[in-house]
Nanobody, 121 residues
């Protein structure tokens, strides 16, 4: 079994910063990539940022220059540092990992339960 547990969401004011973390646990053999997605009310889930095992990163244009993704390989953890938050960043943020378990030869996609980020004055 694999679990992705997010932490760090909550209510912040516009212009403030917030850091999200996601820890992957279980019978993990190898992680190919970890990412953050978000879904605002009435909208589709969208990719925010992704980091691969080779430290390749990609950040959505809407958050470029404000959000940074990083990864702690020793702890199977990914972080999303969000600066200069705007009301339009309000959404449920989901952690995503493409990984292989000890019992499998294939890489599969796993999701966390999501954490609410609300940017409002």
């Amino acid at each position: 079994q694999v679990q992705l547990v997010e932490s760090g969401g909550g209510l912040v004011q516009p212009g403030e910063s917030q850091r999200l973390s996601c820890a992957a646990s279980g019978s993990i053999f190898s992680i190919f990539s970890m990412a953050w997605y978000r879904q605002a009310p009435g909208k589709e889930r969208e990719l925010v940022a992704v980091i691969s095992s080779a430290d390749y990163t990609n950040v959505a244009d809407s958050v470029k220059g404000r959000f940074t993704i990083s990864r702690d390989y020793t702890k199977n953890t990914v972080h999303l540092q969000m600066n200069s938050l705007k009301p339009e960043d309000t959404a449920v943020y989901y952690c995503n990992a493409i990984l292989r378990t000890i019992a499998s030869t294939l890489y599969n996609t796993y999701w966390g339960q999501g954490t609410q980020v609300t940017v409002s004055s």
